[in-house]
């Protein structure tokens, strides 16, 4: 079973390896031009945004497009299996993806004071793997409620970047968090990674009941 979800995964695998080869040069070209300085971290707030698109999106509703579901589900395995298996290669290489793309970032980055306008936030804990993990749930939901591979897309498109405005804007509503040091904003993130933990479970249980427990037809 997990071989058969890395093999469904290997044309996501092959473009989050481009995603890294490209950052790896974007980053190289920040390290000699002092123009440059900062482009990674200030794109690395939009990777969730390819994470729902490319990771979560087609995986349910890409099965039903091409009918390939009707023979994944007929083996030994059953749904469930299937679905949690893939969920989790999905996630998996968010998770990478997003780990070496903090890492090269953290790199380049000069020292910094981290506050809450910082734009180093999203990079900084573990906020950033905490948006993977709810980009790739969103995708996921949506593709086992449309089945249609193109809406599903843009729906977590929407749904990642409009949960982003709604948490930039609730980081920032209070005067007296705008303030806060490094030292409390651990405060401020641990709650944010809670709450976008809790949303991903419930959209990856969501698309684990509609690909599960709804007609296959």
Same mark, same amino acid.
């Given at each position: 079973?997990?071989?058969?979800?890395?093999?469904?995964?290997?044309?996501?695998?092959?473009?989050?390896?481009?995603?890294? &080869?490209?950052?790896?040069?974007?980053?190289?070209?920040?390290?000699?031009?002092? &123009?440059?300085?900062?482009?990674?971290?200030?794109?690395?707030?939009?990777?969730?945004?390819?994470?729902? &698109?490319?990771?979560?999106?087609?995986?349910?509703?890409?099965?039903?497009?091409?009918?390939?579901?009707?023979?994944?589900?007929?083996?030994?395995?059953?749904?469930?299996?299937?679905?949690?298996?893939?969920?989790?290669?999905?996630?998996?290489?968010?998770?990478?993806?997003?780990?070496?793309?903090?890492?090269?970032?953290?790199?380049?980055?000069?020292?910094?004071?981290?506050?809450?306008?910082?734009?180093?936030?999203?990079?900084?804990?573990?906020?950033?793997?905490?948006?993977?993990?709810?980009?790739?749930?969103?995708?996921?939901?949506?593709?086992?409620?449309?089945?249609?591979?193109?809406?599903?897309?843009?729906?977590?498109?929407?749904?990642?970047?409009?949960?982003?405005?709604?948490?930039?804007?609730?980081?920032?509503?209070?005067?007296?968090?705008?303030?806060?040091?490094?030292?409390?904003?651990?405060?401020?993130?641990?709650?944010?990674?809670?709450?976008?933990?809790?949303?991903?479970?419930?959209?990856? &249980?969501?698309?684990?009941?509609?690909?599960?427990?709804?007609?296959?037809?």
């Amino acid at each position: 079973m997990s071989w058969l979800a890395f093999r469904q995964h290997r044309g996501r695998m092959i473009g989050m390896g481009l995603i890294v &080869v490209l950052w790896g040069g974007l980053a190289g070209m920040e390290s000699y031009s002092p &123009v440059l300085a900062g482009m990674s971290a200030v794109f690395f707030a939009y990777v969730p945004l390819v994470f729902g &698109v490319f990771l979560g999106a087609p995986v349910v509703s890409r099965e039903f497009e091409r009918g390939t579901h009707q023979f994944a589900w007929t083996q030994s395995f059953s749904r469930s299996q299937w679905f949690w298996w893939q969920a989790v290669v999905a996630m998996g290489l968010a998770l990478a993806t997003t780990a070496y793309l903090g890492t090269v970032v953290g790199l380049i980055t000069p020292s910094f004071t981290l506050t809450v306008d910082s734009v180093m936030y999203p990079l900084t804990g573990a906020v950033p793997y905490a948006w993977g993990v709810f980009a790739v749930a969103t995708g996921l939901m949506w593709s086992a409620i449309t089945r249609w591979t193109t809406a599903a897309m843009a729906a977590s498109f929407f749904g990642v970047a409009a949960s982003q405005f709604i948490a930039e804007g609730l980081r920032k509503r209070s005067d007296a968090v705008s303030q806060w040091t490094a030292e409390n904003l651990w405060i401020l993130q641990s709650a944010e990674v809670e709450i976008l933990l809790a949303l991903a479970a419930a959209m990856t &249980v969501t698309a684990w009941y509609f690909t599960a427990r709804r007609n296959p037809a």
